[in-house]
C-alpha cells in the first residue's frame, strides 16, 4: 500500500481507494505510460479490443455522493467485432428516438418543468386519456387474476416507518418529516404497510388466502440528480 500512495501521492481519489483496500498489497495495470489500480480483469493487449467507440460524457458524483465533487464520467462500449457495435450503436439511436421524454413532448402527453421540480410529470389532457386507458386496463386485469383494490393516504406517522425499518434502512430516500398536531408525518415512499394495516383490521382466516391487494398508488422518494430518467 505504502507504495501505491507514493506512485498516486497526486491523485486524492485513488488515495482513498487505496486507504479502503482490506490487503497490503494492491494490484496495479499498466498499459504504456498508464497505471491505474487494477480491480480485474483486463485484456493482456488493448489490440484484443476489436471494436469500441465513446459513445457520451456526464457529470458524476464522487462515488455518488452529491455532497462530494463533481467529476467527468466518460461512457463507452466495446464489442469483439465491429458487426456486433454497429447493431449495439443501431438500438441505442433506436431507443433515444423512443426516449419516453423526447415523445412526451412531441406528442404533447406531458411535461416535465423546472417552475415545477425536476423529475415531476404535468399530464396533458391526450397524455391524460392514455393514462386512464392504461390504468382502466391494469384494474381490470387485477381484479380478473383476484386481486381487490385499495386506496391509501399519501402520508403516514413517522412511528409507523421506524417499526417497519424503512425509517432506518431507506432514511436516504425519505423526505423530511412534516409536523401536523405534535406529531410527525412522512410522505409514503411505497404502499405495502397501508396494505398491512388493512390487512390486520379483523381476523384473517387461512379460508381467505391468498389475499392480493392491490393500488395505484402515488410514492414518494428523495431521488438524487442524475438517477430521473428511468
Not at 29 to 47: A, I, N
Not at 73 to 101: C, S
Not at 130 to 141: M, S, V
Not at 208 to 223: D, F, K, M, N, S
Request: charged content about 30%; overall charge positive.
Amino acid at each position: 500500500k505504502e507504495e501505491a500512495r507514493r506512485l498516486f501521492a497526486a491523485q486524492p481519489y485513488k488515495l482513498e481507494l487505496i486507504d479502503e483496500l482490506p490487503d497490503e498489497k494492491v494490484s496495479l495495470y499498466q498499459q504504456g505510460s498508464f497505471v491505474d489500480l487494477c480491480r480485474g480483469p483486463h485484456v493482456s493487449s488493448s489490440g484484443e479490443i476489436k471494436a469500441f467507440k465513446l459513445i457520451s460524457i456526464a457529470g458524476a458524483y464522487w462515488r455518488g455522493d452529491e455532497h462530494r465533487p463533481m467529476l467527468q464520467r466518460i461512457y463507452g462500449v466495446a464489442f469483439n467485432t465491429k458487426e456486433a457495435l454497429a447493431e449495439h450503436l443501431k438500438k441505442l439511436d433506436e431507443a433515444a428516438r423512443r426516449d419516453h421524454r423526447k415523445l412526451g413532448k412531441e406528442l404533447d402527453l406531458f411535461s416535465i418543468q423546472d417552475e415545477f421540480g425536476p423529475g415531476l410529470v404535468l399530464w396533458h389532457p391526450k397524455g391524460a386519456i392514455i393514462r386512464r386507458i392504461i390504468e382502466d386496463f391494469w384494474k381490470d386485469e387485477h381484479i380478473k387474476r383476484g386481486y381487490d383494490i385499495v386506496y391509501t393516504p399519501h402520508i403516514a406517522r413517522m412511528n409507523l416507518w421506524k417499526t417497519s425499518g424503512h425509517l432506518e434502512f431507506y432514511k436516504d430516500y425519505l423526505y423530511s418529516p412534516m409536523d401536523v398536531e405534535g406529531q410527525k408525518y412522512i410522505l409514503k415512499p411505497m404502499n405495502c404497510l397501508g396494505h398491512i394495516l388493512i390487512y390486520k383490521t379483523k381476523l384473517r382466516s387461512y379460508r381467505e388466502l391468498p389475499i392480493r391487494y392491490a393500488e395505484l398508488g402515488t410514492v414518494y422518494r428523495y431521488e438524487r440528480s442524475g438517477v430521473l430518467h428511468g
